[in-house]
C-alpha cells in the first residue's frame, strides 16, 4: 500500500538522521564535557530502539480486520508508544539525577562558543528534516509519525534555544550573574528536561487510554456526535447512545438510535451511514462507523 510505504520512507528517514544526530551529540559530549548535549544525545539514543521496532511493525497496522482479530493491530502501536514514552522518561530523570549531583559538587565550565555553534547547526539541520518529514506525511495518517514529528520540533526548538543561551552565557562573567557560569550547562539541561517531559507524558497518557479502549478527548467525541446527530436528525433518526473508540490510528464509532416508525427503511440507513462515513473520514483518515437500532 501507498500509505505504508511511504511512513516506512518517513520512520527510516527519521531513524538514519536520529542516529547521525546521536553519534555526533555524543562525540561532542565526550569532548566538550558538557552534560546537555549529553542529554540529547541519550534522548536520540533512546527513540531510535523504538523506530527500529516499529518500523518491523508497520506493515500489521495496514492488514485488514478480520474475526479472529476484530480490532486489527492497532493497539501493538499504541503499546510501544507507551514503551517509548516510559524508556523516555526513564533515560530523562536518571540524567537528571545525574545533572544534579553535578551541580552539587560545583558545576564545572565548557566553551560555550563551540557548544553555541554545534547547536545551531543541528537546530538548521533539524529543521530540514522536520519539514521533509512534514511533507511526506500530508498523506499519511499515523500517530507514531506525529509523535516523531514532535520529536524533531522539540529537538529544533531545543537546539535554537540552546545555541542563543549559550553564546548569550559568554556575556555573563562582566554581569552580577557571573556566579552562574559554572552551572549554565547544567541549567540549560534542567530547562530542557521541565520542556520536554509534559509532551511525553501527554503522548504516554494517550496511549494508555488507547490499551485501555477508553473514549478520545472530549473535544474529538463532540465533533463525531455533532456530525452523526446532524446527519441523522436529517433522515429522522434519533441518537441515543454513541460508543466512540479509539485505538492507535483507528476510531470506532457506533450509535444506537431509535425511530418514529416501527418499520425501518434501509435505503435511509444506508444513506446516513454513506454519509457519515464519508464525513468522519474527512476528519479521521481511519475510522470504522456503524449505525444499530434499538427498539
Not at 71 to 80: K, L, P
Not at 181 to 205: C, E, G, N, R
Not at 258 to 285: M, P, Q
Request: glycine fraction near 4%; include cysteine; aromatic fraction near 12%.
Amino acid at each position: 500500500m501507498i500509505s505504508e510505504q511511504k511512513e516506512k520512507r518517513i520512520l527510516l528517514l527519521s531513524f538514519t538522521a536520529g542516529l547521525a544526530f546521536a553519534i555526533t551529540e555524543l562525540i561532542f559530549s565526550i569532548l566538550s564535557h558538557s552534560q546537555s548535549v549529553l542529554m540529547d544525545a541519550m534522548y536520540d539514543a533512546s527513540e531510535l530502539i523504538f523506530i527500529i521496532l516499529i518500523l518491523f511493525l508497520t506493515p500489521l497496522f495496514y492488514k485488514p480486520i478480520s474475526e479472529k482479530h476484530p480490532y486489527g493491530f492497532f493497539q501493538i502501536e499504541s503499546i510501544f508508544l507507551i514503551i517509548k514514552c516510559s524508556m523516555m522518561l526513564t533515560v530523562t530523570c536518571s540524567v537528571a539525577i545525574e545533572i544534579i549531583e553535578s551541580i552539587l559538587v560545583g558545576g564545572g565550565k565548557v566553551n560555550e562558543l563551540h557548544i553555541s555553534i554545534f547547536q545551531f547547526v543541528l537546530g538548521v539541520a533539524s529543521i530540514i528534516i522536520f519539514f521533509i518529514m512534514k511533507n511526506m506525511n500530508s498523506s499519511v495518517s499515523s500517530p507514531t509519525v506525529r509523535a516523531e514529528l514532535i520529536g524533531w520540533k522539540i529537538d529544533i526548538l531545543y537546539s535554537i534555544g540552546m545555541s542563543i543561551a549559550f553564546f548569550a552565557s559568554m556575556f555573563l562573567e562582566n554581569t552580577p550573574l557571573y556566579f552562574i557560569s559554572p552551572y549554565f550547562d547544567q541549567i540549560m539541561a534542567i530547562i530542557v528536561i521541565i520542556l520536554t517531559i509534559p509532551d511525553s507524558i501527554k503522548i504516554l497518557w494517550g496511549a494508555i487510554k488507547d490499551v485501555f479502549l477508553f473514549s478520545p478527548d472530549e473535544e474529538i467525541v463532540n465533533q463525531i456526535k455533532d456530525i452523526c446527530s446532524c446527519i441523522m436528525e436529517e433522515i429522522n433518526f434519533k441518537p441515543v447512545f454513541f460508543d466512540i473508540t479509539k485505538t492507535g490510528r483507528h476510531m470506532w464509532i457506533s450509535v444506537y438510535f431509535k425511530i418514529d416508525n416501527d418499520l425501518l427503511d434501509t435505503n435511509d440507513l444506508k444513506k446516513a451511514s454513506d454519509k457519515i462515513k464519508k464525513e468522519v473520514n474527512n476528519i479521521f483518515e481511519n475510522s470504522t462507523c456503524e449505525l444499530i437500532i434499538i427498539p
